[in-house]
């Protein structure tokens, strides 16, 4: 499955996406990063709560396809703006994470 298939949830905000041809290979959930970067795997989809800096650099070191940011979490012009910098695919829902699972689960991942 690649980021383009995602398109399909209407739940989600495409802030931004740099390319959505990446591989996903699956989903990881969490926000404590050193938990995320001890456990987190190649191409999964990142889900969390968590809006700065720091997590754009963690997703960068575990080569996340991208972050998704559930439960209304907002995020300022300046993580957008690294974002797209850094080419970090970033999807934003008012979906719980555990919703995002779900939605997510219902496309095979």
Do not use: P, R
């Not at 300022?76 to 703006?81: A, G, K, L, P, Y």
Request: net charge negative; hydrophobic share 45%; aromatic share 8%.
């Amino acid at each position: 499955m690649k980021i383009k298939d995602l398109k399909n949830i209407s739940q989600f905000n495409f802030k931004n996406i740099a390319n959505e041809d990446i591989e996903i290979s699956g989903v990881f959930i969490g926000d404590l990063l050193s938990w995320v970067m001890a456990n987190g795997k190649e191409k999964q989809i990142w889900i969390t709560v968590q809006a700065h800096l720091n997590v754009i650099a963690v997703s960068l070191l575990k080569e996340f396809s991208c972050i998704i940011l559930c439960d209304n979490t907002s995020c300022d012009e300046e993580f957008i703006n690294k974002c797209k910098e850094e080419q970090v695919n970033l999807i934003l829902t008012s979906c719980s994470a555990y919703e995002c699972a779900k939605e997510l689960i219902n496309l095979d991942l």
